[in-house]
């Protein structure tokens, strides 16, 4: 990237070129003040805070649009400059509430801030006052338009970076405001209280319902709830207790943005029902006991049903490590290879599907290639209720570079108001309809032939089958208009730019043809050579944080860690890893397989962690038994 030099209060300052002068003043160590600039949102130049003086400007310019050229020379702390930012203090103190200044509120405000670092304690300019009613109809947080300056950033956030647009400037002149549609309470409006406003308001006109109070340390984690990965930062006061969650903008999976979830949906962590004592049932009901009592009551118990008689239940939701060691331990201990997780009830038919056509159950592509993409194809899945930040990076590829949009689902999902074209199949007509897309690209010469004969094996078999699946027999099965299905195979496969992504959830996996289905739509990615290129690729979404890393790490009854099957090589490579015990040959139970062996006595204990089988089993009345049993 080309380079330029310019000049700030005296100093040479080296930059890239394109970017903005105050973020190179920044990197010359130079604070310039600003009220309406967030560096992760593009400038709207609102407050006028951030004026400089550049040599051959005839007039003051804002720093935050101002792009930096070669051989510029910046002033920013010359006395023009600091009056016209005093007068743009005392304007914004003259419709702020008082109590700011002196900081009586209590308030995280950057105008008092500033106000304070320029002397001011009150304003010249008298007049009429805003008088808002608080807008408390969010459970998470209080909207104080009083102390709203029209920034415009909880704007910019709403519809450029979550890209929802539940909010926007409204009215006009010494009326206007930030409103919703129809100037209704947030709670009525689409807000779906991501708390991307809250987080870059500079006044606290958006603030939390309970401030975060005594913060003196920042933990950067990963969000614990569904496979996005999206970066937290945990605020945890003097007495060790979570009381904000905060985005990371370096986290490349969320780069600064979350759901309501991510941001809010932290404090079971410390709710009085969560558990911190072990208990052991006795005389039928759970009582405390110290944690050397519970290990020797575990330990005494399991050690009695060592082999196929025991079970494991690992977790989606723990580290790489806490698999690995419970899955070893089923293994080199309990001499037993009935090892599952939560995988077999969601996405076990695309890790199926994918080991068998590419050699790995991940994902193939980022979510970068969501934002250049020039198609979109969302399968049985509803991202923007189960994938919230994903959502937001789709909708960005299709409101600001014109991506185009076909949505595959029965049920109606928001991503619909997007959708160039809407495909409802007949459930458990996936198949047909896929098979239909993909004699389509045959038919109209739209095969990436190149990519066929290179990349991939089997093609002729595929296609006898698929050239059973014309247009009108599949209309009939599925029940999806022939030129609809014909016109989403032309845009997958010739998308406007870049490539296409195929995005799927469980809608394709939990059937009885779950592997089926994922395999016609590898199918269909490698027959339109949409896989393996920028822009492109296949992406099952994982519904929790660490599905891929469970299985990775071997929490499966038929591969060991790294997905290596069980065979001598194998067997021998782990048994000298693991002190040169003797490991179980056999191929262990799947877990709905190990829940029927409950009730015929064949699975005798199970260990269970962070799982609840008696939420996520298909048959709960079932599961109730097995487990009772």
């Not at 780069?255 to 949906?265: A, D, E, I």
């Not at 029940?479 to 992504?501: E, K, Q, T």
Request: with cysteine; glycine share 10%; hydrophobic share 40%.
């Amino acid at each position: 990237m080309a380079r330029v030099s310019l000049r700030i209060d005296g100093r040479a300052v080296d930059v890239p070129e394109g970017g903005n002068v105050l973020e190179a003043a920044r990197q010359a160590g130079i604070d310039i003040p600003r009220l309406c600039y967030s560096p992760d949102m593009p400038p709207n130049s609102a407050c006028r805070l951030c004026v400089v003086e550049v040599d051959g400007a005839g007039t003051l310019v804002a720093s935050c649009s101002a792009r930096t050229v070669d051989n510029m020379v910046v002033r920013t702390d010359t006395e023009r400059v600091a009056r016209a930012r005093k007068v743009v203090l005392e304007l914004l103190l003259s419709d702020h509430p008082a109590e700011c200044v002196d900081g009586g509120n209590g308030a995280i405000c950057d105008l008092e801030v500033y106000a304070r670092q320029f002397g001011l304690t009150g304003t010249p300019y008298e007049g009429e006052r805003h008088d808002y009613p608080l807008d408390e109809s969010s459970p998470f947080f209080t909207v104080d338009l009083n102390s709203c300056i029209l920034c415009g950033r909880c704007v910019t956030a709403c519809n450029d970076i979550q890209h929802i647009g539940a909010i926007e400037l409204s009215f006009r002149g010494f009326d206007t405001k930030v409103s919703t549609a129809f100037d209704e309470p947030l709670i009525k409006s689409i807000c779906t209280s991501c708390g991307q406003c809250l987080s870059v308001c500079p006044t606290d006109a958006i603030r939390l319902k309970t401030p975060a109070e005594n913060v003196v340390k920042s933990v950067t984690t990963t969000c614990p709830y569904c496979g996005i990965g999206c970066g937290i930062r945990a605020q945890v006061d003097d007495k060790g207790r979570i009381v904000e969650m905060l985005d990371d903008p370096d986290n490349l999976s969320s780069v600064g943005m979350l759901c309501v979830k991510g941001r809010f949906g932290y404090t079971f962590v410390h709710h009085e029902d969560r558990l911190t004592t072990p208990l052991i049932r006795r005389n039928g009901e759970l009582q405390p006991a110290t944690w050397d009592e519970a290990l020797d009551y575990a330990a005494e118990g399991l050690a009695k049903f060592r082999g196929d008689a025991f079970g494991a239940l690992c977790s989606a939701k723990t580290t790489n490590e806490d698999g690995y060691v419970q899955q070893k331990m089923a293994r080199l201990v309990m001499q037993t290879n009935n090892v599952d997780h939560c995988a077999r009830l969601c996405h076990a038919p695309s890790v199926t599907a994918m080991m068998a056509a590419l050699g790995s159950g991940a994902t193939s592509n980022s979510y970068v290639d969501y934002e250049e993409a020039g198609c979109l194809v969302i399968v049985g899945s509803d991202p923007s209720s189960n994938h919230p930040v994903a959502a937001s990076r789709m909708r960005k590829a299709i409101v600001e570079r014109g991506a185009r949009l076909i949505v595959i689902n029965p049920r109606r999902i928001d991503m619909c108001d997007l959708a160039d074209v809407w495909l409802r199949p007949n459930p458990g007509t996936d198949v047909a309809l896929l098979n239909a897309m993909a004699r389509v690209i045959l038919d109209e010469g739209l095969a990436d032939r190149d990519f066929v004969e290179s990349r991939t094996e089997g093609f002729q078999e595929w296609r006898d089958v698929v050239d059973g699946y014309d247009l009108q027999r599949a209309e009939e099965v599925t029940g999806v208009p022939a030129d609809d299905i014909a016109l989403a195979a032309r845009i997958y496969a010739g998308p406007p730019f870049s490539g296409s992504c195929l995005i799927w959830g469980m809608g394709i996996t939990q059937h009885t043809q779950g592997t089926a289905n994922a395999h016609s739509l590898l199918n269909l990615a490698l027959v339109a050579g949409q896989i393996g290129k920028p822009g492109s690729g296949i992406s099952p979404l994982r519904g929790q944080n660490n599905v891929q890393g469970c299985g990775d790490a071997g929490c499966l009854p038929n591969l060991f860690p790294g997905y290596a099957p069980i065979d001598n090589k194998t067997l021998s490579r782990f048994s000298a890893a693991w002190s040169g015990h003797t490991l179980p040959s056999e191929k262990g139970l799947m877990l709905t397989h190990m829940v029927d062996e409950m009730l015929t006595g064949g699975i005798k204990a199970v260990y269970v962690i962070g799982e609840n089988p008696l939420l996520s089993e298909p048959d709960l009345h079932h599961a109730e038994k097995a487990f009772k049993s």
